[in-house]
C-alpha cells in the first residue's frame, strides 16, 4: 500500500534550519502533486508547499516564499522541505501529502497522508 513517511523534524532555535524528508512508496507517482502542510497549536491544517512529481513546478504559500524551499528526488521517491530562517510561527506538525487536486492548496483533494513530523522553533 502506499506510504508517506516524514522524517527530519526536530527542536531548533530561531533562525536555524531544518530539512525535512518525505519518502513515498507503494506506487508510482508520476502525474501526482506532493504537498506539505502544516498545523500549528490551535491552528487549523495549512497549505505550506507543493510539487508537481513529473514537472518539479512549484507552489509556496505566501507565509514561506522565500523562506522554505520544496524539491524531489525521483530516483529516492523522496520530497524535501528546505526551511531556513525558521521563526516560532513555524512551530506545528508538518505533513506530507500526495494526490491529484486541481488545486495543490486543498488538503481535502489528497489521497494519502503521512504521519507528520513535528517541527518546534524556539526563541
Known amino acids: 500500500q502506499v506510504q508517506l513517511v516524514e522524517s527530519g523534524g526536530g527542536l531548533v532555535q530561531a533562525g536555524g534550519s531544518l530539512r525535512l524528508s518525505c519518502a513515498a512508496s507503494g506506487r508510482t507517482f508520476i502525474g501526482y502533486v506532493m504537498g506539505w502542510f502544516r498545523r500549528g497549536p490551535g491552528k487549523e491544517r495549512e497549505f505550506v508547499a507543493g510539487i508537481s512529481w513529473t514537472y518539479g513546478s512549484t507552489d509556496y504559500a505566501d507565509s514561506v516564499k522565500g523562506q522554505f524551499t520544496i524539491s524531489r528526488d525521483n530516483a529516492k521517491n523522496t520530497v524535501y522541505l528546505q526551511m531556513n530562517s525558521l521563526k516560532p510561527e513555524d512551530t506545528a506538525v508538518y505533513y506530507c501529502?500526495?494526490?491529484?487536486?486541481?488545486?495543490?492548496?486543498?488538503?481535502?483533494?489528497?489521497?494519502?497522508w503521512g504521519q507528520g513530523t513535528q517541527v518546534t522553533v524556539s526563541s
Open positions: 501529502a500526495a494526490g491529484r487536486p486541481s488545486s495543490a492548496r486543498s488538503p481535502a483533494l489528497y489521497d494519502y
